[in-house]
């Protein structure tokens, strides 16, 4: 689902909210979930799961096409773990 279908699901389930805000509450979620991870904070929705950032470390790697060794920089990247509850209900509904 992408962000344009939720917006429009959500605005055909709350008709008495218009689009435009709608787009805004959605926006927003994703603005403060994204502020907070850059700021290196986790963010845990109930029952939903939790947003997080990992470190990785610098190390060695290896180019594919060439096979020659390439210096891989330390990162950070963003990660999702699912709460208990969303896997138990999309474990039910298989």
């Known amino acids: ?3 344009s279908e939720l917006i429009a699901d ?3 389930s709350h008709p008495n909210l218009k689009l435009e805000e709608i787009d805004l509450i959605v926006s ?9 991870l850059i700021r290196g ?3 845990e929705l109930r029952g939903f799961g939790a947003f997080f950032v990992k470190q990785r470390k610098a ?10 060794s390439v210096e891989v920089e330390e990162k950070f990247v963003p990660f999702f773990k699912t709460g208990k ?5 999309t474990n039910r509904n298989s």
């Open 1 to 3: 689902m992408t962000k």
């Open 10 to 12: 959500l605005a055909a």
């Open 28 to 36: 927003t979620i994703f603005s403060e979930i994204e502020s907070a």
């Open 41 to 43: 904070d986790r963010v």
């Open 59 to 68: 190390r060695i790697g290896r180019n594919p096409r060439t096979g020659e």
């Open 85 to 89: 509850e969303l896997r138990e209900r």
